[in-house]
Each structure stands twice: as structure tokens, then as C-alpha cells.
């Protein structure tokens, strides 16, 4: 590194100092909470007389020393300032070590309830049960802004395993003792470490070794899981290119985490357990290999990883079992972005760093993963993928931007991507769209149909699909679709049916209330969310059904009592009623299939009556067509505490039904029209013809 010297009145400007490698021993002790660590640096001082290292402030450093002399050092808040020889050359690289203790015991969860922070602020912990140092812990000394190697001796009590990114050089146990070494072959922004008791497993997948690391109750699911990461990885080796690491792990948390690191994924106990994640959350965390691991993202200009690796992964599973769920995960994208990112509270995409609330979420992954969908039909499929292997091929081990995504996909296509990137990154919202003024006449048996686009302000420059469904099969058109108003007019040859605006739900948009079924995420997204506690709920089964309110994130609302709280006042609020109402006029009608008391409620067919049943139901505003009403019908205390911590993963339901806290009976109401569907007449046309009219009806 070459340190320049400008001559100016501020003197020289030094070049800035950075660690290149760690050569890092560990020692863990569970049973105190602690590590003892010895750390040879090699850094670039920069010219600098003393250097800055981030270290915990729980670290207690017993030696800092060159190979010639120990140095001096303080260590306060965090901050290893060591004061470097005076005889030193200007620019140069140096070897230094750091010898220290540290203890980490941040409080572990035992049963999480709220799930919005995905990390439950645990930086770092060290107990018998497992180890987590995150790379923001400060577990080892680094100089913010460097990418160095590392190569890491870990070790701990016999059986003790550890894991960490990079390549397996040796694994033992002796003398009591299990150690293993680890080493990085490309520079890493951070480190993190995980350890326990666990059962070790691995096999080949190609080039690439692929390990389990899971407690002894969960041994026996090591061979379904390296069975699918070795699918995956075969999967993405063909969409994206070469796997980048030297091996992936799937490693097994005490708490429930769901963790992508460079080269292995961090699961929860609870997370590992459950039968679908081998067939969703594991491939995402595979895909985040390429995405995030891999290519970088550059934060400064948004985080386009989550989007991404949702629309390879989840999205993409989806879609090649079929295009019917393929379709319906896109819808459930546009009415989580509806129900969880009120207007006010949107921001654009360029904005998103990580998820932090639900509407984080639904704009992060969801908005997010619908601009790579959108992108993916204006390129075309062979360009599209093309476009992502370059950006792989080009930005591996370095940062990518969203523009960069712009720029290879253009590159492939011919067309400038640049602007299309800007409106869905840059801009907050979403396009709303109303059908408007259709018409249609019959000329010697040939069907004209006219009408209207209506887009509300702000304008959004999109390519809207429009399809006519007729007797005789549908007619496709794309429309261009820039301002205010957009006039189309189709021929067909067959008695008009239906007139649909994007059919197969392939543009985002926010969709109208009457769109979107009343669901969990209706009361999960609330901002204006009135609870109630219905006229004689026992006290013990309103005190369980708090935990309800925490788990969606609502601990804070204050309960009304039913008998203060008339029907006159739920207007301009959506409602949460614990327990059932026993006055009249604040439930709908309820549809057909559901029926309610306080000993029993029925739906899908089936009776729950027992007190290990509860019932979690969303339905329509009982006065404002822009509201939800929600009810909560635990009928027992443990009823109550058993499903309400389930309730907010169940999002896109409107009515969920459990015994004994297992899920019995989930569904979601039917949408019955929308402002951008037009039913025709099954009569013949009249000359003045008749709009759809926006309802939100249930049935």
C-alpha cells in the first residue's frame, strides 16, 4: 500500500489502516459463559502512530505485542487503542497479537413470541446448551471496513463442535477436548461462530462438501436435509453458476433463528423440526449463497438480497410445481404489501436494509421480489438469467447495487433498464388501477369492446396486461399505460365474458380493498386497531390472550371493556375482540359456514367445543367497508397461550381453528369482485352499460 502525502494546511492525509488476515485461536468454556482468544493481525497501519480495533466491552485483553515488544494499549467502550512503536516505518504491514478473555451471556428467548426481530437481540452467548458470537459482537478485535482472512482453531469440552465459514482443514477430539480449524478462502466483512453438542454429518455434493451440525434429537433428519441441499445446489449451479464456497453446512441453533452465513445456515431447534422447511427455508438460505453471501449487497444503495433470493427460492419453488401457486404466491405478495404497508407509512425499496416489522417485510422481500418478476417478463427468460450469471460472474466477493442488476439485464436485452429500475426502486408506492367505462358493441357478429385504464396520481409508466374472456377463449393484449387515462378497444369473435386486468397478477400494484379478504395480516398491519374485551370474558383467559396482542406486536394497545366501548365507536378502527361480543351490532352477519357461541363455534364442517379449542376469525367491518373485525375465541387459558403465538404466521388466512395449540382448520374467505374486473351482461349488451360495483362481501 502506498501512503501519499498532499501538501496542503491539513497536512499529510494517511492512508487508512486495515486487517488483511486473522490467525485466531479460541478457547470456549461453556460452563462460565466465556472464551479465552489469542489473535495475530496482520494489517496496513496506514501510517498511523496508533490504531483503533472494535472489541467487546466485556473483553478483558491481557497482552498486546509485535514479535519484538509488547505495547501499549486501553481498552473503554468498546474500543482496543493500541499506541504503535515510534521507530515504525510510515507504511507498513505488521503482525500483532492480542491476547484476551471475554464473557457473552445476551439473554436467549425460551419461547419467543414476537418474531419481528429475527436476531431477538442475541449478539452473543456461550452456555452448554450452544454458542453464537455474531460478526457484530466484537468477539475478536478488527478494524472497522476491513475484509481479511481468517484461519480459526476452535476449541471446547469433548463433543463440543464447532462451525464456522470457510473450508474444514481438521477435526479432533482428545484429551478431552474437541478442536477444529477452519480457513477462509476469500475475504469476509465479518465472522460469525456457532458451537454445541452436536451430532457431525456430511456428505459430497460434487466438489462441494455438505455438512449437518444437529443436537442428538434432530440427528435423524441429517440425511433429508443433505439430500435437498444437494438438489439446491445443483439447482442454482444451473440458474446462477458456480457455487462460491468450499462447502455449506446446515447447523443447528438453541434458539430460533434462521440464518444465512457465508458457506452454512443457521437454523433453529424449532425450525429444523418443522416438516415444510426442508422444502422452503432451506433453499432460500441455500440461495443466499449466491445473493448476499456471494454477490454482496451494498447497503448504501439498498438491499436488493431479500428481495431476490425470495423470488429464486420461495417464489420460484412455487411456480415450477405450478402456475396456479406460482400465480397465488404473487397475489399473496400484493395483498401482504396492502394489508402490512399502510400508505403513509411506504418507503421505497431503495430504503430497505432488513426486516425490522411486517411492513419492512412486505416491502423488502415482497415488493422487492415483484421488480425482479416484473423485470424477468419485460427481458424475457434467457435474457433474464442471463443477465443474473453475469452479475454473479462479475460481482462475486464484491458489492452489487441495484443498478447493477439494471445494467447486466440491459446488456443482455439491448434496452436500457436503468429507467425501470429507478421508478420501483426509487419511488415509494404502488400503481392503482380502475377499469372504467367499458363498452361493448356487436357489428355483424363480431364483439367491440372500449373503455378505460383509470391510474390514480401518482403516475406510474407501466405495461398493464388486459384480457377479454370470451365464449369462445381469451383475447391478450398489453397496454402501455403512462398517465391518467389509457383508452383500449379489443375485437373478438365470441360473446364477451369478462374483462380482467393483469389475469395472472404478473404487475405490482396496490390492490383495493375489496381485493383482499379479510386476513390476519389485516390485524397485523393495523395502525388504528381498537381491542376489545367482550362482557364476561374470565379473567384468566384475557390475561392469556394478552399474549396474542404481543405476538402480533400490539402490546402496548390498551383493552377496552365491551360494556364502555358501544358499536357507535368501532367506526374509523379495525377491531379485536377478545372473546365473543354479547351485545348486537359488533360481528357482521357471519358467513354461512362459521357459526359462533360461547360453548361451541363450527367451521369447515366441524365442531370445537373442547377447552383445548380456540378460534382466531377475521371478517368484514360490521360499519366501515374499509375495516376489519377480528375475533379471538379461546375456551381456556391454555388455549389461549398454546395457539395465540401461532396466529401471526398464518398471514394470509381469514379464519384459523386449533386444538391443543395444533392447527385443525385454516382457509380464506372468497374476493368476490375487484375494480379491475368488469363482468358482462349475460343478457345481450344494453346501450348503457352497467360498471362493476366494489364490494367486500364474504361468502
Known amino acids: 500500500m502506498l501512503a501519499v502525502c498532499f501538501v496542503s494546511l491539513a497536512g499529510c492525509v494517511k492512508g487508512r489502516p486495515v486487517v488483511t488476515r486473522h490467525d485466531l485461536a479460541v478457547r470456549l468454556d461453556p460452563k462460565s459463559n466465556s472464551l479465552a482468544a489469542e489473535d495475530t493481525l496482520t494489517l496496513s497501519t496506514g501510517g498511523h502512530s496508533s490504531l483503533a480495533f472494535d472489541l467487546s466491552e466485556n473483553a478483558t485483553v491481557e497482552k498486546v505485542a509485535t514479535r519484538e515488544k509488547d505495547l501499549p494499549f486501553t481498552l473503554k467502550g468498546g474500543t482496543l487503542r493500541v499506541a504503535l512503536p515510534p521507530d515504525l516505518p510510515e507504511e507498513s504491514e505488521l503482525s500483532l497479537t492480542v491476547s484476551y478473555r471475554a464473557s457473552f451471556r445476551d439473554h ?33 478485535p478488527e478494524i472497522p471496513g476491513s475484509r481479511p482472512v481468517f484461519r480459526i482453531r476452535v476449541e471446547g469440552p469433548a463433543g463440543y463442535e464447532a462451525v464456522t465459514a470457510g473450508r474444514l482443514v481438521r477435526r479432533e477430539t482428545s484429551g478431552g477436548r474437541t478442536r477444529s480449524i477452519w480457513e477462509t478462502r476469500e475475504p469476509l466483512e465479518g465472522l460469525s461462530l456457532s ?46 453458476g458456480p457455487y462460491p464456497f468450499e462447502k455449506f453446512a446446515v447447523v443447528e441453533n438453541f434458539f430460533p433463528t434462521g440464518y444465512g452465513f457465508p458457506s452454512y445456515t443457521l437454523l433453529g431447534s424449532t425450525v429444523v423440526r418443522l416438516p415444510f422447511i426442508v422444502e422452503t427455508s432451506l433453499g432460500h438460505e441455500v440461495a ?219 404487475l405490482f400494484r396496490r390492490l383495493d380493498p375489496s381485493e383482499i379478504p379479510p386476513t390476519v395480516n389485516g390485524i397485523r398491519g393495523s395502525t388504528n386497531l381498537l381491542v376489545v374485551a367482550a362482557r364476561g370474558l374470565q379473567a384468566d383467559i384475557l390475561e392469556a390472550s394478552k399474549l396474542l396482542l404481543t405476538a402480533m406486536g400490539k ?4 383493552i377496552h371493556r365491551e360494556e364502555n366501548t358501544p358499536p357507535s365507536l368501532l367506526a374509523g378502527h379495525d377491531v379485536l375482540f377478545l372473546g365473543l361480543p354479547d351485545g348486537n351490532g359488533y360481528l357482521p352477519k357471519l358467513p354461512g359456514e362459521l357459526s359462533v357461541s360461547q360453548e361451541e363455534f363450527t367451521i369447515g364442517g366441524e365442531t370445537f367445543q373442547s377447552r383445548e379449542d380456540s378460534l382466531f376469525v377475521v371478517l368484514p367491518h360490521p360499519s366501515d367497508g374499509d375495516r376489519v373485525a377480528a375475533l379471538f375465541l379461546p375456551f381456556s387459558p391454555e388455549a389461549a397461550k398454546r395457539s395465540a403465538r401461532k396466529i401471526p404466521h398464518y398471514g394470509k388466512y381469514s379464519y384459523l381453528a386449533f386444538t391443543g395449540g395444533k392447527n385443525k382448520e385454516k382457509g380464506t374467505w ?3 369482485s375487484s375494480p379491475t374486473v368488469y363482468e358482462f351482461p349475460r343478457e345481450e349488451p344494453s346501450p348503457h352499460p352497467r360498471q362493476n360495483h366494489k364490494t367486500n362481501t364474504v361468502r
Open 108 to 140: 436467549v428467548p425460551d419461547d419467543p413470541v414476537n418474531t419481528e426481530d429475527p436476531s431477538y437481540g442475541v449478539r452473543a452467548t456461550i452456555r452448554e446448551k450452544g454458542t453464537f458470537l455474531s460478526d457484530s459482537a466484537g468477539w475478536y
Open 195 to 240: 458451537a454445541g453438542p452436536y451430532r457431525v454429518r456430511e456428505r459430497n455434493a460434487g466438489e462441494t462438501k455438505l455438512y449437518t451440525y444437529f443436537y442428538p434429537e434432530s440427528d435423524a433428519l441429517s440425511e433429508t436435509y443433505l439430500a435437498a441441499a444437494a438438489r439446491y445446489l445443483a439447482l442454482y449451479r444451473e440458474l446462477l
Open 288 to 506: 443466499h449463497s449466491w445473493w448476499g453471501n456471494g454477490v454482496r449487497v451494498d447497503y448504501r444503495r439498498g438491499n436488493w438480497s431479500e428481495g431476490l433470493t425470495t423470488y429464486v427460492a420461495d417464489y420460484l419453488y412455487k411456480e415450477r410445481a405450478s402456475a396456479e401457486e406460482g400465480r397465488e404466491y404473487r397475489r399473496k405478495m400484493l395483498r401482504d404489501y396492502a394489508t402490512l404497508v399502510p400508505p403513509g407509512e411506504d418507503f421505497p425499496l431503495r430504503a430497505f436494509t432488513g426486516r425490522d416489522s411486517p411492513a419492512s417485510r412486505a416491502v423488502g422481500y415482497g415488493k422487492g421480489a415483484m421488480v425482479f418478476h416484473m423485470a424477468r417478463r419485460l427481458a424475457g427468460e434467457e435474457a433474464f438469467w442471463k443477465g443474473m450469471r453475469d452479475v454473479v460472474r462479475e460481482k462475486m466477493f464484491r458489492e452489487a447495487s441495484w443498478g447493477d442488476f439494471g445494467r447486466a439485464i440491459g446488456g443482455e436485452t439491448g434496452t436500457d433498464f436503468a429507467p425501470f429500475f429507478q421508478q420501483w426502486v426509487d419511488r415509494p408506492g404502488a400503481p392503482v388501477l380502475v377499469l372504467d367505462g367499458v363498452k361493448t358493441e356487436n357489428v355483424g357478429g363480431s364483439w367491440q369492446v372500449t373503455g378505460r385504464i383509470v391510474q390514480q396520481e401518482p403516475y406510474f409508466d407501466l405495461r398493464v396486461p388486459l384480457r377479454l374472456e370470451t365464449e369462445g377463449g381469451n383475447v391478450d393484449t398489453v397496454l402501455k399505460v403512462a398517465g391518467g387515462t389509457t383508452s383500449f378497444s379489443l375485437s373478438a369473435n365470441a360473446r364477451p365474458k369478462r374483462l380482467v386486468i393483469d389475469p395472472e397478477v404478473d
Open 555 to 558: 402490546e402496548t394497545f390498551v
Open 670 to 672: 372468497e374476493v368476490t
